[in-house]
């Protein structure tokens, strides 16, 4: 696949800038399978280039990222949509597998489960495993599986009113690339995680997720004065930086703790409750079933209310 065959997201190089964009804010960015497998390719694009020192990823329309996409993954029985090429058929990936392993009257294979999500962790993780620095730049939302991809990069800027969480805790989901104790500490994260609270970016900046939380006005400023300011190094000096910094997370045990979560993700979506929210999203939308699973805690669409 070459950088002008994309279509889930868009990608440019300004300077010493590669910049990735989603691009599909008719689904509020929503992942698919093509989407994960467009980002890592750029990732790679932008890690080989000798001219790119720092990646920056932000998203198009309202918001970074609502998470997978809301009709493939539930109301679709666990399809994640198309791939830029075709799967094997019967593979982990292919779509009738997917639907067939999330059928309630079958029988669940977790493996088939942990294959298939288990790549997008790698796709995700392409993002921390980058050799050069990655800043995020959230505004709007960035749920679900949308914090996969904000928190596997290496600097998080946010709007100060900006939305950000992982409600699947709740139901249906368990954070497959599992860095949010990596970021926020033991304590922090389950305050999260037991409840599906989110945080605004305000909070995210006095929790220590992100490095800075502007006005919305100025996020787009600010940004671009960190991206410059780390564009200024020598490459290989960066490089030496991230990979000073990421021993660290891997000596805590990470890639053992995203094998558990990922496994896990797949268990949630297979309990009795997490097959009740499956037929209620394909009953009536993805939309009410959230606002179903989320208005007990007064927390739906871009509130932050924890209470």
Known sequence: MSVGD???????????????TLDRPERGNGITRRLVQELEHCVEQADLDPAVHV???????????GGYDLVESAEG??????????????SAIDPQVMAANHDPSGTWDPMVDYAMMGRNVRG??????????????VH?????????????????????DAKIGYPPARVWGSPTTALWAHRLGAQRAKRLLF??????????????????????????????????????????????????VNQ??????????????????????????????QQRAAEAGFRQAVLERDGPFGDAGPSTFKG
């Open 248 to 277: 660290e997370l891997y000596s805590q045990g990470l890639h053992s703790t995203q094998v558990l979560g990922t496994l896990l993700d797949g268990i949630t979506r297979h309990t009795k409750e997490g097959y009740a929210f």
């Open 55 to 65: 990646l920056l990823l932000s998203g198009n329309g309202k918001g970074f990222c």
């Open 195 to 244: 409840t599906g609270d989110s945080l605004s970016g305000e909070e995210a900046l006095e929790w220590g997720m992100a490095i800075e939380a502007p006005a919305p006005e100025q996020l787009d400023e600010r940004t671009e004065i960190l991206v410059q300011r780390i564009a200024r190094n020598p490459v290989n000096q960066l490089q030496m930086m991230k990979l000073l």
């Open 124 to 137: 995700f993780m392409s993002l921390f495993h980058c050799s050069k620095p990655v800043v995020c730049k």
């Open 77 to 90: 029985a666990g399809r994640l949509g198309d791939s830029f090429a075709p799967p094997p058929a019967g």
């Open 140 to 160: 709007g939302f960035c749920v679900a599986g949308g914090t996969d991809m904000a928190l596997c990069s290496d600097l998080l800027v946010m709007a100060a």
């Open 6 to 20: 994309l279509q889930a997201l868009t990608y440019a190089v300004d300077g010493r800038v590669a910049r990735i």
